[in-house]
């Protein structure tokens, strides 16, 4: 099934000290949130166009610092008990840990991205019970050595067989194909060589059936591209690469800069008679 129509945008809310691109804006050091800069930030994400906001309490990037399961719950719930009320878009948990799937569908979240794709001990079983969609994203390794020396014989088939597995996993474990969206997990355990067969092959993971999601937003594959070195300096980077997954049938994209991105869609969608 392709994606009908353009894809939704996904506002990325980083509810944390050392995400690599905007860790620290939405949180003090002292761990508080920042409760004013969240609520204006997803004010203008909503303001933008995005469908989806999507909250992490814990940073995935390499080396990055785990979070206890007690501490990322109420980080989320305190986030969403303030967004929930005040907007009318799906509201996601980026989340790999049981207790904030249930935490955080109490509270309004209608999403579980989940970028170990519901492989922690107890997360199917807590994914179904939450009756949230699931995105399910390919990783190679762990976020604290992912990036150490990738390798694949054949990433595209491997990633896929890997999404395809855990959808027959999560289907044994209650979650019906309406609740699975796929990602390939662009940075996660891929050099820019990987990275660029797996954006080529949008195609293949639109043909599984699912709803695919990408998320390359600032990422170090668009900086190795351009010679970007600062995150923020990538926007019109991957706003081209939006662009070109809008037009190979991607359902929905995880991005930091919502308004570019939209821009990027809206000159694609008037050029594609498919969109
Ligand atoms: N990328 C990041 C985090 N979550 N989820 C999905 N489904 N796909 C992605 O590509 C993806 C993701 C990394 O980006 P970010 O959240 O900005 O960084 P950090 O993990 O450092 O907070």
Same mark, same amino acid.
């Given at each position: ?32 949130? /920042? ?8 004010? #203008? ?15 995935? $990037? ?11 719950? #109420?980080?989320?719930?305190?986030? +969403? /008990? ?21 935490? #955080? ?12 794709? !519901?492989?922690?001990? &107890?997360? +199917? ?28 014989? @054949? ?20 979650? *019906?194909?309406? $609740?699975? =969206?796929?990602?390939?997990?662009? &940075?996660?355990? /891929? ?6 067969? !797996?954006?080529?092959? +949008? ?5 599984? &059936?699912?709803?695919? +999601?990408?998320? =390359?937003?600032?990422?170090?594959? !668009?900086?190795?591209?351009?010679? $970007?070195?600062?995150?923020? *300096? ?5 706003? =081209? ?15 930091? @800069? ?18």
């Amino acid at each position: 099934m392709r994606w009908q129509g353009a894809p939704a945008l996904m506002g990325v809310l980083n509810l944390t000290a050392d995400s690599f691109s905007d860790g620290g804006e939405l949180l003090a050091p002292n761990g508080r949130l /920042k409760r004013e800069a969240l609520l204006r930030r997803a004010d #203008a994400f909503v303001a933008e166009g995005a469908t989806y906001l999507d909250l992490g309490a814990e940073s995935t $990037r390499p080396g990055a610092r785990g979070l206890g399961a007690e501490e990322e719950c #109420a980080r989320i719930e305190e986030a +969403l /008990k303030l967004l929930a009320p005040r907007f009318d878009v799906a509201l996601s948990v980026d989340s790999s840990t049981p207790m904030v799937f249930e935490c #955080a569908a109490a509270l309004g979240a209608t999403l579980i991205n989940d970028v170990r794709a !519901l492989g922690r001990p &107890g997360a +199917l079983a807590a994914a179904a019970a939450s009756g949230a969609t699931v995105c399910l994203m390919h990783m190679q390794g762990s976020p604290e050595s992912m990036q150490d020396a990738p390798h694949y014989e @054949d990433v595209v088939a491997e990633v896929i067989a890997f999404l395809e597995a855990r959808v027959q996993a999560a289907r044994e474990a209650g979650i *019906d194909d309406t $609740r699975i =969206v796929l990602d390939p997990g662009f &940075g996660f355990g /891929k050099t820019l060589t990987h990275n660029l067969a !797996l954006f080529r092959a +949008l195609p293949r993971f639109v043909g599984l &059936g699912y709803p695919v +999601l990408i998320g =390359v937003s600032r990422k170090r594959m !668009l900086g190795q591209l351009t010679g $970007r070195e600062a995150a923020k *300096d990538r926007v019109v980077a991957g706003s =081209v690469l939006a662009a070109e997954a809008a037009r190979q049938g991607v359902a929905i994209i995880r991005t930091h @800069d919502v308004g570019a991105t939209r821009d990027a869609l809206a000159v694609i969608k008037a050029l594609e008679a498919t969109l």
